[in-house]
């Protein structure tokens, strides 16, 4: 009797594990950086649903479809075409479609802020800027819990562990 109680668990705690590992292997499918969505823009414009940046603290997961499918924020919400300075004041002219393809016929990324913005440390300041800035408001209009604290976009890496043959 003590046998086969063993083997049940034993066998269920398999089916758990091949049934959690597909599961596992179905979200990050679902979830990955190659999927992408086509928009209007045209058919040679796909975005990522997910953009990973390296940086020094960390990999960044960039929920891209998130900002523009779930809170549905415009293109422009980040993304812009020029800016002017008038003074003191900074007037922000938004991406457009036709910014978009003319960018694209000479070969260029309107998505990528090197583009335009050569520069690590340039792009890193402003991306920080953007995103926070944008987080607390959203924070404090909807009461949401948008990161604006450096670990929850930054989470350290997990130490990787090792495997001893025989275990």
């Given at each position: 009797?003590?046998?086969?109680?063993?083997?049940?668990?034993?066998?269920?705690?398999?089916?758990?594990?091949?049934?959690a590992?597909?599961?596992?292997?179905?979200?990050?499918e679902?979830?990955?950086?190659?999927?992408?969505?086509?928009?209007?823009a045209?058919?040679?414009?796909?975005?990522p649903l997910?953009?990973?940046?390296?940086?020094?603290?960390?990999?960044?997961?960039?929920?891209?479809?998130?900002?523009?499918?779930?809170?549905?924020?415009?293109?422009?919400?980040?993304?812009?075409?020029?800016?002017?300075?008038?003074?003191?004041?900074?007037?922000?002219?938004p991406?457009?479609?036709?910014?978009?393809?003319?960018?694209?016929?000479?070969?260029?990324?309107p998505?990528?802020?090197?583009t335009?913005?050569?520069?690590?440390k340039?792009?890193?300041?402003?991306?920080?800027k953007?995103?926070k800035s944008?987080?607390?408001?959203q924070n404090?209009?909807?009461?949401?819990?948008?990161?604006?604290k450096?670990?929850?976009?930054?989470?350290?890496?997990?130490?990787?562990?090792?495997?001893?043959?025989?275990c």
């Amino acid at each position: 009797m003590r046998y086969w109680r063993r083997v049940f668990w034993v066998v269920l705690l398999c089916v758990g594990l091949l049934v959690a590992s597909y599961l596992k292997a179905e979200t990050q499918e679902n979830q990955g950086t190659s999927q992408e969505v086509q928009i209007e823009a045209g058919k040679d414009l796909k975005i990522p649903l997910e953009k990973d940046f390296e940086t020094k603290k960390g990999k960044v997961a960039f929920p891209h479809a998130k900002h523009f499918l779930d809170y549905d924020f415009p293109c422009s919400k980040c993304h812009h075409q020029s800016v002017e300075k008038k003074g003191e004041k900074t007037e922000v002219k938004p991406i457009n479609l036709e910014h978009i393809q003319k960018m694209l016929k000479e070969g260029k990324s309107p998505f990528q802020c090197e583009t335009c913005h050569p520069g690590h440390k340039e792009v890193v300041k402003r991306v920080h800027k953007l995103c926070k800035s944008c987080h607390q408001e959203q924070n404090k209009e909807f009461g949401k819990s948008a990161p604006t604290k450096c670990r929850e976009c930054h989470p350290r890496p997990k130490k990787k562990k090792i495997a001893i043959e025989g275990c």
